[in-house]
């Protein structure tokens, strides 16, 4: 059951994108996706989305723990993925959305109640700050860090703000996304399927 009724909009395009884009993957269509196979995990039980915020010691944004609810724990979702709780998408080293957030606090003497939701490839995230009320969501660049002046606050070349609020952020992630995949069903018409061939070769 969705919480919130005007996050019903956003939760029916999640579905509907995910269902399309998985027929897509069936078809071998296109090859963008790190796997067709992982483009959705399933929703994730009311009782792990508590136990993570129990652990990470605050609340996640109220949309994001629905998408996961309703939705999936994770995934495709979102160019270039949606990182899901414990044990379920994660990046390409292992780390899901947990594992991700403290392995930046390990380093980053400012981070707190962050999280990481969504990994970008090339040293860059994009990460919610759980403090603010309307979930502002930042820009971690990764390439840019210095560690003699970044550690003990941001600095604008490596902390950039995305969007004002996550319920901004995700619409807007939707919208980019949709437009991708219209790009590669009309691109993969003319190309063959290639399972090798990662996200970043399509854009």
């Not at 992630?173 to 090798?196: G, I, W």
């Amino acid at each position: 059951m969705i919480d919130d009724p005007s996050y019903h909009d956003i939760i029916e395009r999640l579905k509907a994108q995910a269902a399309s884009a998985s027929l897509i993957a069936d078809k071998r269509l296109s090859g963008w996706w790190h796997d067709p196979e992982s483009y959705l995990f399933p929703t994730a039980a009311p009782e792990l989305i508590s136990a993570t915020e129990s652990e990470l010691g605050f609340a996640l944004p109220p949309l994001l723990k629905a998408v996961y609810r309703e939705v999936g724990n994770g995934g495709q979702l979102l160019a270039p993925g949606l990182l899901g709780l414990p044990g379920v998408y994660d990046t390409k080293d292992g780390r899901d959305m947990v594992s991700s957030s403290k392995a930046m606090a390990s380093f980053l003497a400012w981070w707190e109640q962050f999280v990481v939701v969504c990994d970008r490839g090339c040293s860059m995230c994009s990460c919610i700050d759980c403090t603010d009320d309307d979930f502002s969501v930042y820009r971690w660049d990764g390439n840019k860090f210095d560690e003699q002046t970044a550690v003990d606050e941001p600095s604008d070349d490596i902390w950039e703000l995305e969007a004002n609020t996550f319920d901004e952020w995700i619409v807007e992630e939707l919208r980019t996304f949709d437009s991708k995949l219209d790009s590669s069903v009309r691109t993969a018409a003319h190309q063959p399927y290639n399972r090798k061939r990662r996200w970043w070769q399509f854009w």
